[in-house]
């Protein structure tokens, strides 16, 4: 069986100019970066292409990684930075994707296909609906922290939070989740 | 905490109603705490007194099941999957990109030697009458004198016989062969790059 690679390895590989070390990370990380592009972009196929956009900076650049953080640490501020730019060319006067005045959209004002006949089975989907309608901050660092189960340490250095602000920034989406969940006639 | 949610979005239902409990030693047990300690931000002597604590709260218990519950759906919900070909339109991207960052780069270089060249020869046409005079001055020929110096007679090329060498020919035919060659190499490059978009 051939052995798993590491990400550092891949890197070296990938600047020395081997391809397939590129195609390997890129198969390693695609759902890792479409996931977090599509928690901000909130669309498929702009979250495709904000993706694809992460990857390409991604490896112009990196020569620049040094390794003192994870890859994925890195790898998730370009994401932020490139969906940051996505969004500002469709709202010029976007200046942070923290939306504090307005941090949910509930489906019965905004969303026409609101899940108010989801089955209570159906959890997943329900979930995902519901982050969907969170805003990107708060989407983000719930899907960092329970779903890629980054440390609070390593949170606090990709967004560059002090601890108590993650901690209540976490606190805060989890209660705004639940909020939404509950307007969709839902609950865990 | 709770007052960051606006009011008319505040959950209805009694159950999502933040609950806080009464601990032996009267500090509270509440929602934060709860997940703090499932989420593991405690310290472990915080940790440690939570833990001694909840033994003699069956409804904290049962609102930490809760909490751990709702964790483990956070934790199980399903990664996004891009299209099945997102991989290779990455890679195809890439090589793309690369391809115009070498194409951008290959000819400018050319065109800086190509640059050089011709400076060169312009500034050594430049400085060689400079020279000449500087030398025919080193040689004690007086610049009045100049206007006297005649030129020496153009010596007559024999063009048809240089044309008609065999080393010329030789080397049109390299010429040809190699421009030939590099044409040839481009179009595929071409090919290649429309295959892989």
Redesign the interface.
Known sequence: MAAILSDESLIQQAIAGR?SA??ML??RY???V??LA?RFVKNRED??EV??DC??RA??YLPDFRGEAKFTTWLYKIVYSTSLNHLRKVRPDLVTLDDDSR??R?PNDTTPNAAHTLERDD??AA??QG?ALLSPDDATI??L???Y?HS?DEICQMMDLTMTNA??K???A???L??VL??MNY?? | MNDEIPKDQHPKTKDSLPKTFIMKNNSLFSDDLLWDYADGFLDAAEHQRVTEGLRDQPEAQSRLADILAEKKSFAALPLEIPKPDFADRVMVAWAMEQMHAQSALSPEKGRDWMVLIISGVFGLSLLLPLVMLLVALSNGVAPTLLADYTLPNVPSVDWAGILGHPAVYYSVGLALTFFSLRLLDKYLQQKKTLQLA
């Open positions: 391809q590129y195609a890129v198969k695609e759902q890792y479409f996931t599509l979250a495709h993706a694809q990857f390409l490896f112009r941090p949910v509930l959890r997943n979930l995902q982050i719930i899907t922290f329970y779903l189960e609070l901690k209540t976490l606190c805060r989890r209660q705004r639940k909020t509950i307007s609950e865990l």
